[in-house]
């Protein structure tokens, strides 16, 4: 059978390609399909234990098995859509709309919006950045982003999320990352929006690669 199988950021880079198609024996696991895909592409090797893999668009074990018309996708770390009620999830490629987003948390019953906006910074540690290309998985993304957003609501008092992203090349003073978070009371919103924001990094799969002046990398990889 085969496997349709998707690279991105990093991977893509070592892979050489965005993605392709493997033939494996009915009843192969992902770690199969790894073990393969590590074989044609020995660059992939060193971060065999780093990467993620993802079915579907959801992570998934190296003993899952796979199924005809299955999608994988090899997923680095992420560098540090779907909509109900007053929540709404996605990644664009337009430029973040401000008031949009505190206009989709309203609600009659919320005393407080949190807005949260992530800027592109030029200078980091004393290196100048020209550009930053951001890369996502966008259906994934946004599941992802959906999922932090059921989470602040089982954690906080809540009437509104809204998170929406970029994707594509951004320069310094532009907006990557717009969150608003509507509630009764200002304690829950602040929480919930610092909370969405960390989560952002650690699991939603969007990549960011820094152009500077010296050349380019992606963020949190060496090389």
Not at 28 to 35: E, P
Not at 68 to 73: M, S
Not at 77 to 101: C, K, M, Y
Not at 127 to 137: F, G, H, N, S, V
Request: aromatic share 8%; hydrophobic share 45%.
């Amino acid at each position: 059978m085969d496997i349709q199988v998707k690279f991105f950021a990093l991977a893509r880079d070592l892979a050489g390609a965005a993605e392709t198609t493997i033939a494996v024996p009915e009843g192969a696991t992902v770690g199969q399909v790894w073990d393969e895909i590590v074989r044609r592409h020995p660059g992939l090797a060193r971060y065999r234990d780093e990467f993620l893999m993802a079915v579907n668009r959801r992570f998934a074990p190296a003993d899952r098995v796979l199924q005809p018309g299955d999608e994988l996708a090899v997923i680095p770390p992420v560098s540090g859509g779907a909509g109900d009620g007053n929540s709404t999830f996605r990644v664009v490629a337009a430029p973040l709309e401000i008031q949009e987003a505190v206009d989709a948390v309203r609600h009659p019953e919320a005393g407080a919006v949190v807005l949260f906006v992530g800027t592109v910074r030029e200078w980091t540690e004393g290196t100048r950045t020209l550009a930053i290309d951001y890369e996502a998985y966008p259906r994934m993304a946004e599941e992802y982003l959906a999922t932090i957003g059921e989470e602040i609501r089982q954690r906080w008092d809540v009437r509104g999320v809204h998170i929406a992203h970029r994707e594509g090349r951004l320069r310094p003073g532009e907006d990557s990352v717009v969150i608003a978070v509507s509630a009764p009371h200002r304690s829950d919103a602040f929480a919930a929006c610092r909370h969405a924001i960390e989560r952002i990094k650690e699991t939603v799969p969007i990549w960011k690669k820094e152009i500077t002046a010296e050349g380019s990398r992606w963020v949190g990889r060496e090389g």
